[in-house]
């Protein structure tokens, strides 16, 4: 068994050369990239010990929050332990040999389709829906077209053969991804005192007026950053709403202790689902 087989895994939803894969290899270069056909099944990998990590996204600067992430989280039974963020990189790739002007058609993820219109619209392409970028790639390796393209990442075009034809085409540079760091171990260890933390928490208000304006205010009281507050549906039904929140620092920390102390007088659920290390990327 060689060396590299014996690294611990690290599981991402997607193909190999996926935005997913590549940053797996970009952050965890001593983990083996494990590639995941659903969340579910990423999320699972991790939980039955296949994996050691996960790496998931949660949102991205374009698109906004990935929905199927925020429903898996609460019930998943993994513990986030950071957090990464991608810029995204799109590449117009094709068959060797194809040129620009045989090019009729061009295949990629939905959204990847929706980040890279100007290119789209110039070269008048028509689009096809693939379940994902490096998905597509792949597809078009195994399927030689010269009218056909992908949008993917570059690592999708080094793993498939593919030439790429424009590069960075994506329409707004500043398209980034962020991503969750998962762990099965019920009690990670927390972060060393001094390091700027994010923490990560699902709650559901009670049933009383204002019950969401009240349990926000100790937060606003205590001046702790709320960096992120969404809300989606339980179980189908509209008066379940749970609500996913970031706040910076630690529950240790006093003003952030007071925050969740009100919060969970308000609340008749209060999970926290992660402490972890604020990205630097999130300093300017």
Not at 173 to 186: C, E, G, K, Q, S
Request: contains cysteine; aromatic residues 8%.
């Amino acid at each position: 068994m060689t060396a590299r087989t014996q690294r611990p895994g690290i599981a991402f939803q997607g193909e190999f050369g996926a935005n997913s894969d590549e940053a797996c290899r970009e952050h965890f270069p001593d983990h083996k990239p494990t590639p995941c056909a659903t969340f579910e099944d990423a999320f699972e990998a991790v939980r039955s010990g296949a994996c050691a990590l996960g790496l998931i996204p949660v949102e991205n600067s374009i698109a906004g929050r990935v929905g199927d992430v925020h429903h898996l989280l609460p019930d998943s039974g993994l513990k986030i332990i950071g957090e990464r963020f991608k810029p995204i990189r799109f590449q117009l790739m094709a068959n060797p040999g194809v040129a620009l002007t045989n090019l009729r058609l061009v295949a990629s993820h939905v959204m990847a389709l929706g980040q890279c219109r100007k290119v789209i619209r110039e070269l008048g392409l028509r689009t096809e829906i693939a379940s994902d970028t490096a998905g597509a790639a792949k597809a078009l390796s195994e399927h030689p077209d010269p009218t056909r393209a992908a949008i993917a990442p570059a690592l999708a075009a080094d793993l498939y053969g593919l030439e790429i034809l424009r590069r960075d085409i994506e329409d707004a540079h500043h398209n980034t991804t962020r991503f969750l760091v998962m762990t099965a171990d019920p009690a990670p260890p927390r972060p060393a005192p001094g390091i700027p933390c994010v923490t990560s928490f699902v709650f559901r208000v009670r049933n009383v007026p204002a019950a969401l304006y009240k349990a926000m205010g100790g937060f606003a009281t205590n001046g702790v950053n709320m960096t992120k507050l969404e809300s989606y549906m339980e179980g189908g039904a509209f008066t379940a709403t749970v609500f996913y929140a970031d706040v910076e620092g630690r529950p240790e920390d006093r003003n952030v202790t007071l925050a969740l102390e009100e919060l969970g007088f308000f609340s008749e659920r209060l999970e926290i689902l992660g402490v972890y290390p604020a990205d630097s990327f999130r300093r300017p």
